[in-house]
């Protein structure tokens, strides 16, 4: 069954739930890769979700774990001298270095004094919904939801725009 529509199906169901039918799909599916540096996640994946994480499905990463071709490693704190110092003090020399710095919002520049986001930098309100004190003020885009981003924000821009349309009507 495709991850979308999975997803789709679980985002009206508790979280607790759908996390835990989420483990439970993971272990029959995933690998337990922990010996080879990567452990099972301590949160559920709806609970990550909902904390702003972005689900990803594997294209082929757990293969080349398992396979030896992909080593995992501590986080990367600095590079020195030609070499990457990792998390735990250890100095390697990868023949690659790849830069992968995940998403930021990055919208505290924008609209970061108008009491519109909250401790995370996420938008208080989105799709249809406007924060109370900027009512013309709309976001789409800024959740992770598990039933697919690109399939909510096309579900908000038309809630959005039928919300413009029918406040800005000439009386």
């Known amino acids: 069954?495709?991850?979308?529509?999975?997803g789709i199906l679980c985002r009206r169901l508790p979280v607790a739930l759908t996390d835990r039918l989420a483990a439970l799909a993971?272990?029959?599916?995933?690998?337990?890769?922990?010996?080879?540096?990567?452990?099972?996640?301590?949160?559920?994946?709806?609970?990550?979700?909902?904390?702003g994480a972005i689900p990803v499905q594997d294209v082929g990463l757990i293969d080349a774990v398992r396979k030896g071709t992909v080593e995992p490693v501590a986080a990367v704190e600095a590079f020195e001298d030609g070499k990457v110092v990792l998390a735990d003090g250890t100095r390697i020399a990868p023949h690659s270095d790849i830069a992968a710095t995940g998403y930021r919002r990055a919208l505290e520049s924008l609209v970061g004094t108008l009491g519109v986001l909250d401790?995370?930098?996420?938008?208080?309100?989105?799709?249809?919904?406007?924060?109370?004190q900027t009512p013309n003020l709309?976001?789409?885009?800024?959740?992770?939801p598990i039933s697919g981003t690109l399939r909510e924000l096309s579900r908000d821009a038309k809630k959005i725009a039928k919300k413009i349309a029918t406040s800005h009507r000439s009386p």
């Open 1 to 6: 069954m495709p991850a979308q529509l999975s």
């Open 26 to 51: 993971a272990r029959v599916s995933v690998p337990d890769l922990s010996a080879k540096g990567l452990p099972r996640p301590d949160t559920g994946l709806f609970s990550r979700a909902r904390q």
């Open 119 to 132: 401790e995370h930098g996420r938008p208080t309100a989105h799709g249809p919904r406007t924060p109370k």
């Open 138 to 144: 709309y976001f789409t885009g800024f959740t992770t």
